[in-house]
């Protein structure tokens, strides 16, 4: 069992900057492969950006692609959000979650783990 918590969510202004992050707790951390989505009042939820155990590989959506950075902390079992360049269209829950396997995947129902979220308000 893996339980994960969310923190670092806010009120920003577009065009600044947020970084959420995500504590895991229970099994070994590096084996889960960890992914970041969100989602939107009356919108499914949606990937974000990946990461594999190691964290040697990662993944993003093009909606997010060079304004959004994923990483983990092996050491502090943590993975890290950093978004830049916020826009009003980036506002939602921001959920965390694992899954067994060797990478990161798109969908939501792969994931086995999911955090309770965190809530990022861009405004403009």
């Known amino acids: 069992q893996v339980q994960l918590v969310e923190s670092g969510g806010g009120l920003v202004q577009a065009g600044g900057s947020l970084r959420v992050s995500c504590a895991a707790s229970g099994r070994t951390f590096s084996n889960y492969p960890m992914g970041w989505f969100r989602q939107a009042p009356g919108k499914e939820r949606e990937f974000v950006a990946g990461?594999?155990?190691?964290?040697?590989?990662?993944g993003y959506s093009d909606s997010v692609k060079g304004r959004f950075t994923i990483s983990r902390d092996i050491a502090k079992n943590t993975v890290y959000l950093q978004m830049n360049s916020l826009k009003p269209e980036d506002t939602a829950v921001y959920y965390c979650?694992?899954?067994?396997?060797?990478?990161?995947?798109?969908?939501?129902?792969?994931?086995?783990?999911w955090g309770q979220g965190t809530q990022v308000t861009v405004s403009s």
């Open positions: 990461i594999t155990g190691s964290g040697g590989g990662t």
């Open positions: 979650a694992a899954r067994s396997g060797l990478r990161y995947h798109i969908e939501v129902s792969k994931y086995d783990y």
